[in-house]
């Protein structure tokens, strides 16, 4: 009787043995697994930040030889603005129409400002204040002396504005 009761034991303590072991694995495996998808979720926030740096930077590959180009564009917005009654002047705007469309066609667009729209400084770069002549002039733009140009969203060259103060 005492053989059975000491293998009853045994067997007892064998299968609290197995059970705590198995129930350990089952622990270890849930940690494994946790690690697992937390690398997997890494791994994938990776990819995708850098395939949008990767798009922006082929966005703004051309950032410098545009942001170059620039002022040669507005220097054949002044030539066009002069008045002179020459024959050249159709040549000239031929040449500004194909060199505009052209960095048009790079990306580069032409921030839209008017007078008497609104300052804001996040766009516009104030050169100059002048006095208001009513309330309803103060913080709006009262001249464009250059324009402004982004390539994308991001502005490359802020439009250059005399603002009523």
Do not use: W
């Amino acid at each position: 009787m005492t053989k059975k009761k000491t293998d009853i034991k045994k067997s007892s303590k064998s299968t609290v043995k197995k059970k705590s072991t198995l129930k350990e694995l089952n622990e270890n495996l849930k940690l494994e697994q946790d690690k697992y998808l937390r690398l997997f979720a890494e791994f994938e926030n990776y990819k995708r930040r850098t395939s949008k740096e990767r798009i922006e930077l082929f966005k703004t590959a051309g950032k410098e030889i545009l942001t170059s180009l620039v002022p040669v564009l507005e220097d054949f917005k002044r030539a066009l603005n002069q008045d002179s009654d020459s024959d050249n002047d159709e040549g000239i705007k031929l040449i500004y129409n194909k060199f505009n469309d052209t960095l048009k066609n790079q990306g580069l667009i032409e921030v839209e400002v008017n007078i008497d729209d609104v300052f804001d400084p996040e766009i516009h770069e104030a050169i100059s204040q002048i006095p208001a002549i009513d309330d309803k002039q103060k913080g709006k733009i009262i001249d464009v002396i250059q324009g402004g140009y982004k390539l994308g969203d991001i502005i490359i060259n802020f439009p250059k504005v005399v603002v009523a103060q």
